[in-house]
């Protein structure tokens, strides 16, 4: 049984250190609230767990408890209180010592972390942690990056304290460096599509089809029978069916409409444009969410031009039925975009991803976990290289869902709906099919006006000029 440092006992830290003392191992904690440490123990106890849980008053006690070598794990904000900690470590580690940073953390912080600390002898793996503080306290979805022998080591109590999909951990090592956060970023990419795309179907039906949350919570209730069967389309059953205890009302209702973000979601659309591969839908997400904020200027707006969405129509039963078909359609192009960046990401720096390594350790623990992972993964273990959309199953997921996304977009768009994530989904899969595209305008205009060249159908491999320069 192994012997952890963990820093940082907040809500996931005191979760994780539970998991993993219930798994058997033993967990050196500290924090700067010495109550939240004994409140981790008291449950400890209670829970009967197997593993001990010490708190420690400093970094030194820390330190001075564990086996050498030692394995430290850092829960705590990335960024500034991320680099604080290490600072606050080092000079106390002796040369082969571990750190985890098991935050959200930024993936070239990672890199500039693991050169820096490796260049002084000590080990660094950068991991992501998905499933929130349930997902950390009962089997969390993990994917580390760094080298091979940071993983060696706690490869065993990681695999212990994971989910497990039909019995196999849900963590994994991916590759070196920065490489298990960027796959982390790129979950939580997929996640701001995902809810994004729920927050429209719920546009729809409160205000295209006049539906009370209670309806609307029935309807995500029910698309849990179908291919959207996934975990945030449950827990978007249970926070539209939820009602204010204090007032009797629905709670949905009394929530402001103003979406936080802490800056994976902004930070993939980032990457994604660095690499050049089309993300869309990740940017549908986070620029709704930004949007959403400014909600002063939203009033304003509605005042001078008046509220955007009229009615659906009353064949409410059709646009119900279209709508669980334009999500897994839209669902569908999260996915693939989202692995299309993974595999630009794994040429760019490197890496050598899994594709399906990395659908694998999505299909439980996680926050987007759906059943549509176990066959993505089932994907991507036939052919690493395969794009999703044409791989026989996605293929026909995407011709039975696309004519029902394409027809209710028509009729929400005519309506006045702000659907941004779905109809990015349209347009991707319609720029997606269009073989001769209208780029040859933009090269003309590049050449037109700045001589950039343009390669001609008939002498490709030839950068020429047009007439427009003679
Ligand atoms: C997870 C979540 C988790 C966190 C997000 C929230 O996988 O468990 O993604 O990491 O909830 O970072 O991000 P926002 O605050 O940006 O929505």
């Given amino acids: 049984m192994a012997h952890l440092g963990l820093v940082g006992i907040g809500v996931m830290g005191s979760a994780f250190a539970l998991n993993l003392a219930e798994e058997g191992h033993s967990v050196s904690m500290l924090d700067r609230t010495m109550a939240k ?6 449950k400890g106890k209670a829970e009967n767990l197997s593993g001990e849980l010490i708190a420690c008053a400093d970094a030194k006690a820390l330190i001075d408890s564990l086996p050498t070598p030692r ?17 606050m470590l080092k000079p106390l580690l002796a040369k082969g010592d571990m750190i985890a940073d098991l935050g959200n953390s930024y993936f070239k912080e990672t890199e500039r972390r693991t050169t820096e600390l490796e260049a002084e002898g000590l080990y660094f793996l950068g991991m992501g942690i998905s499933g929130g503080a349930e997902g950390a306290r009962h089997g969390p979805s993990i994917m580390a990056g760094g080298s091979k022998e940071s993983w060696a080591r706690v490869q065993e109590p990681l695999r212990d304290a994971a989910a497990k999909f039909e019995g196999s951990p849900c963590v994994d090592w991916f590759g070196p460096g920065g490489s298990g956060h960027f796959i982390k970023m790129i979950h939580n990419g997929i996640e701001y599509a995902d809810m994004q795309q729920i927050a429209e179907a719920y546009g729809l039906m409160r205000d295209g089809l006049g539906m009370d949350a209670a309806e609307i919570a029935d309807v995500f209730q029910g698309w849990m029978k179908g291919p959207l069967n996934s975990y945030l389309i449950e827990i978007a059953g249970e926070v539209a069916a939820a ?3 204090k007032t009797g009302t629905a709670m949905l209702d009394l929530i402001l409409d103003k979406a936080g973000q802490k800056g994976t979601g902004r930070w993939s659309v980032v990457e994604a444009l660095h690499l050049g591969s089309p993300n869309s839908l990740m940017a549908a997400g986070v620029e709704a969410r930004n949007l959403s904020a400014q909600k002063d ?5 509605e005042a001078a031009f008046g509220a955007s969405l009229e009615p659906l129509g009353t064949d409410k039963a059709k646009v119900l039925a279209q709508l669980e078909n334009a999500m897994i359609a839209a669902k569908i192009c999260a996915y693939v975009q989202g692995f ?3 595999k630009a990401a ?3 720096f490197d890496w050598n991803l899994k594709m399906g390594a990395i659908a694998r350790v999505w299909r439980a623990g996680c926050i987007i976990r759906s059943v549509f992972l176990d066959e993505i993964a089932e994907v991507f273990d036939a052919d690493d290289t395969a794009n999703l959309a044409l791989a026989p199953k996605f293929k026909t997921y995407l011709q039975d869902t696309m004519p029902a996304l394409q027809e209710l977009m028509g009729l929400a768009v005519a309506r006045g709906a ?9 347009s991707f899969f319609n720029m997606s099919r269009t073989g001769q595209s209208t780029a040859n305008m933009i090269q003309g205009l590049r050449d037109r006006f700045g001589a950039h060249t343009f390669e001609r159908l008939d002498d490709l491999g030839v950068k020429v000029n047009g007439p427009w320069h003679d």
């Fill in 346 to 348: 794994s040429v760019e």
């Fill in 418 to 426: 702000h659907v941004p994530a779905l109809f990015a989904a349209l």
């Fill in 71 to 87: 394995t430290v794990m850092l829960l705590v904000p990335s960024g500034k209180p991320l680099d604080g900690a290490i600072d």
């Fill in 243 to 245: 009602v204010d205890p």
């Fill in 340 to 342: 299309e960046v993974l």
């Fill in 37 to 42: 440490m004994e409140a981790v123990q008291e």
């Fill in 297 to 301: 200027q939203r009033i304003v707006w």
